[in-house]
């Protein structure tokens, strides 16, 4: 596990207006925006090559480890499935407000090797035989959760999730965004889903309870959807024109080597309409985000989080 130097970051937290996004003391780096989370470098010595992603808001120590154990669980899951994941580490941070801030670490990976980046460059041939190999890295889950029914496991596809290994990670694709916890023990989900909804404003966050959070989870569980979001997310990092190759190579995977994960073909039309789809709730999302932080700095509260000034979607 990665070491995370605690006094640089209590710091950090301290001296961070996270509605501006600045520190008065650090100079940070944003490595990416998720639709959730923020992933970050502090500009300090000791953290030169740590990628950090910072999840504030819990109320307790307890329930901050409680995360914490279950990130750790996770990690350890997936690389006992065979998933091939960075360093990683974590750090708990007390505010002085008695606010408990969660940082994940990963060893900081080059810019070049994560596969949004790599993949907007690639010849069409380079890039469906990546897009072949996320889809089988994500295959090894689901044989998995076949062996393992009362314990099983989600993930996130996405192109964005995945580094090309260095010399020293050996063959396999790197997975990164192993943040969220998603472990499921004889069908109840592990997570702490009150972290995420903390997150969200208020008048959502009902909406969210009640209604969407457990389909958004669920489509981590179910091999289809999480490919279709690989393909159609695509779209967002700028390859639509790779689209219908890849619907036609997953297609032909799925009649062959993947047959036994029994998926109905992907049609170019829901890859379409999925997108959009997605594309407008996350916008929604973020806009119903910003406008909840206006108001709490109008109201001269404090708002915790750090968000992306905009989705950048091609
Ligand atoms: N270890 C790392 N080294 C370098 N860059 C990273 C690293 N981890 C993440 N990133 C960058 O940050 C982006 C977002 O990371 P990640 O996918 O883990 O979080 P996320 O998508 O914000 O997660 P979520 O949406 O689930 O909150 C990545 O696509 C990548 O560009
Ligand atoms: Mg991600």
């Known amino acids: 596990m990665i070491k995370v130097p605690i006094d640089v970051l209590v710091e950090y937290e301290e001296s961070l207006d996270p509605s501006r996004k600045i520190s008065s003391k650090y100079r940070i780096d944003i490595l990416g925006y ?3 989370s923020t992933v970050m470098r502090i500009n300090a010595e000791e953290l030169q090559n740590i990628a950090l992603k910072r999840i504030p808001g819990f109320s307790s120590l307890e329930e901050a480890s409680g995360y914490a154990k279950l990130y750790v669980e ?8 065979g998933i091939n994941i960075p360093e990683y580490g974590y750090a708990i941070i007390e505010r002085s ?3 408990y801030v969660l940082y994940l670490a990963q060893e900081l990976l080059p810019r070049e090797s994560i596969c949004n980046n790599a ?4 010849k069409i041939d380079d890039a469906l035989y990546l897009i072949e190999e ?15 029914p ?15 290994p260095g010399e020293e990670h050996g063959r396999d694709l790197l997975y990164l965004d192993s943040s969220t916890p998603m472990i499921r023990e004889n069908n109840r989900d592990l997570l ?3 972290v995420f909804l903390r997150s969200a404003p208020p008048i959502i966050r009902t909406l969210l309870k009640r209604l969407y959070l457990q389909q958004i989870l669920d489509r981590y569980y179910d091999p289809r959807s999480v490919i279709v979001d690989l393909v159609a997310n695509l779209i967002k990092e700028g390859r639509r024109d790779l689209i219908k190759y890849a619907v036609a190579r997953v297609n032909n995977m799925l009649k062959t080597e993947l047959a036994w994960l029994e998926i109905e073909p992907l049609t170019l039309k829901e890859i379409e309409t999925y997108y959009k789809e997605d594309a407008r709730i996350w916008t929604i999302y973020l806009s ?12 001269g509260k404090r708002y915790d989080y750090l968000l992306p000034d905009e989705i950048k979607r091609y």
């Open 34 to 36: 998720g639709e959730i």
């Open 74 to 81: 996770y990690n350890e899951l997936l690389r006992k499935a």
């Open 97 to 99: 407000d008695k606010i």
């Open 119 to 122: 993949i907007r460059k690639m």
């Open 134 to 148: 996320v889809v089988l890295e994500t295959s090894k889950i689901w044989k998995w959760n076949l062996d393992n």
């Open 150 to 164: 009362y314990k099983i496991l989600g993930i996130d596809g996405q192109i964005s999730n995945w580094a090309l």
């Open 192 to 194: 702490n889903t009150e």
């Open 288 to 299: 119903a985000r910003k406008l909840h932080r206006r108001i709490l700095t109008l109201l």
